[in-house]
């Protein structure tokens, strides 16, 4: 049985830092193409960031480059999504995906975390 967890959300000032982090059981994030999305109630959801299977960035929504980074810890089978220069705006719950082996515009992943709440206050 597949998992992905997502922990490290939680309420920042404008302008802070937050490290996400999310932990797989039953696959190999190497193997596949893993990214961020987020999304708030009554909005659609957007992609933030990714990586390949072979650890290309992917980029995501324009809003966060320069400011946003996807890494992953292989040996931990980990991936992160450090947040910079943090925005009211960035506030949304953060899920964590898996899937596929090459990165498409309709990036539609199979796996997908709980999600966790990140709020951004002004």
């Known amino acids: 049985q597949v998992r992905l967890v997502e922990s490290g959300g939680g309420l920042v000032q404008t302008g802070g830092s937050l490290r996400l982090s999310c932990a797989a059981s039953?696959?190999?994030?190497?193997?596949?193409?893993v990214g961020w999305f987020r999304q708030a109630p009554g909005k659609e959801r957007e992609f933030v960031a990714g990586?390949?299977?072979?650890?290309?960035?992917?980029e995501g929504t324009n809003s966060v480059k320069g400011r946003f980074t996807v890494s992953m810890d292989n040996a931990k089978n980990t991936v992160y999504l450090q947040m910079n220069s943090l925005k009211s705006e960035d506030t949304d719950v953060y899920y964590c995906?898996?899937?596929?082996?090459?990165?498409?515009?309709?990036?539609?992943?199979?796996?997908w975390g709980r999600g966790t709440q990140v709020t951004v206050s002004s």
């Open positions: 995906t898996a899937g596929g082996r090459d990165w498409t515009p309709d990036y539609d992943p199979t796996y």
């Open positions: 990586l390949s299977w072979d650890g290309s960035p992917i």
């Open positions: 039953g696959l190999t994030f190497s193997n596949y193409v």
